[in-house]
């Protein structure tokens, strides 16, 4: 999918009126000094989508719109893209565990009245995207060489349309199609309904809040007392103290060389925008000639936007650059979720929550 970011963008760039150019501004120097910056003004100006009225141009998708719901109620479908496949149908079964259904993965009768007092909520919604949004700094050619990639001062997104589908939990390609470029051109676009971010309980950490407003997770979210990786399945699951399915995300675990590690262990604390630290030595695919390095925080990390540390040495819970594959490539060994739900579940747990995989 990484491919075809260049047409999307294009693609978006055009349908809403935008510049990829972050140096287009050509906003005039201040006579007098400026006044101290508001971290929070200056985010919610980046990152705030506010509403641009309803959606009545684009037909109403039935997948998408449960899709969108499943994503707002904690069980991902990894990619909101209104079509049917293994990762709805996993979402579907998560919520029937959770809601005393029977599991059948499917849009039955049973599910459908149990989704009902969500009926009225549209599989998408029109936003304005933010002033400051497309300002943000892209990495346009992103290294594939380690040495490369640690000289650059943020593994930061490569173009708005990756920028904007990561916010919205879909890809590039979706926006493009929600978008045509003979569409709207005044900031406007059309979105999957993933709901608003609240930061409520988010911690004290400007960076952090950004990442989440960027990702499009709430702060606020059910505590887990454990999780539970199922190999047979490709999930995660996260459970309430009272034994409740409270969250399922689709994930990649493991390798035929760095196969998931069976048994029990402790999440031993939570990395945010974490650094990471490159070993060649612990990779089965790379030489070992290569030099460590250290690669700096990012979306576009190997780890994603956060890294979820296990008693296991060498082994967490993570994001990934590379949504679309989660369940479809391997691992070395680790847990592997989008970013946007990788983020969710750190705010999920905390240090001393026990961790089961199973096969």
């Given at each position: 999918m990484r491919h075809r970011i260049g047409l999307a963008a294009a693609l978006l760039l055009s349908a809403c009126g935008l510049s990829d150019d972050p140096a287009s501004s050509n906003a005039a120097v201040p006579a007098v000094a400026p006044k101290p910056v508001d971290p929070q003004a200056v985010m919610?100006?980046?990152?705030?989508?506010?509403?641009?009225?309803p959606d009545t141009g684009w037909p109403d998708n039935p997948v998408m719109r449960t899709q969108a719901l499943l994503d707002s109620l904690g069980f991902s479908p990894k990619i909101i893209d209104g079509k049917e496949g293994r990762d709805y149908a996993l979402a579907l079964r998560g919520f029937q565990i959770a809601n005393d259904l029977p599991d059948t993965g499917k849009y039955d009768a049973a599910t459908i009245k149990a989704l009902?007092?969500?009926?009225?909520?549209?599989?998408?919604?029109?936003v304005r995207i933010p002033e400051g949004f497309a300002k943000a700094a892209f990495v346009p050619q992103m290294p594939k060489?380690?040495?490369?990639?640690?000289?650059?001062?943020?593994?930061?997104?490569?173009?708005i349309a990756e920028m904007l589908a990561e916010r919205f939990h879909t890809t590039p390609a979706v926006l493009a199609t929600?978008?045509?470029?003979?569409?709207?051109?005044?900031?406007?676009?059309?979105?999957?309904?993933?709901g608003e971010v609240d930061l409520t309980d988010a911690p004290d950490n400007i960076q952090w809040r950004e990442t989440l407003m960027q990702l499009g997770v709430s702060a606020r979210q059910s505590k887990a007392d454990r999780i539970v990786v199922d190999k047979s399945e490709g999930v995660l699951r996260a459970y309430a103290e009272d034994g409740r399915l409270i969250a399922q995300f689709p994930a990649t675990m493991g390798s035929e060389h760095d196969p998931l590690p069976i048994g029990d262990w402790t999440i031993k604390g939570v990395s945010r925008n974490p650094q990471f630290h490159y070993?060649?030595?612990?990779?089965?695919?790379?030489?070992?000639?290569?030099?460590?390095?250290?690669?700096?925080s990012g979306p576009n990390s190997d780890v994603g936007s956060v890294w979820i540390d296990l008693s296991k040495p060498h082994y967490g819970i993570h994001g990934t650059p590379n949504p679309e594959l989660i369940g479809r490539s391997e691992s070395h060994g680790c847990i592997r979720l989008t970013n946007w739900d990788a983020v969710r579940l750190a705010q999920m747990v905390a240090t001393g929550v026990k961790a089961h995989f199973e096969p």
């Open positions: 919610a100006t980046a990152y705030g989508f506010a509403d641009a009225g009902e007092r969500w009926k009225d909520r549209p599989a998408t919604r029109l060489d380690a040495k490369e990639k640690a000289k650059l001062p943020m593994l930061a997104y490569r173009d929600l978008n045509p470029a003979n569409g709207r051109r005044d900031g406007i676009i059309r979105v999957p309904n993933v070993n060649p030595r612990l990779f089965w695919d790379v030489s070992d000639s290569e030099d460590s390095v250290t690669l700096p």
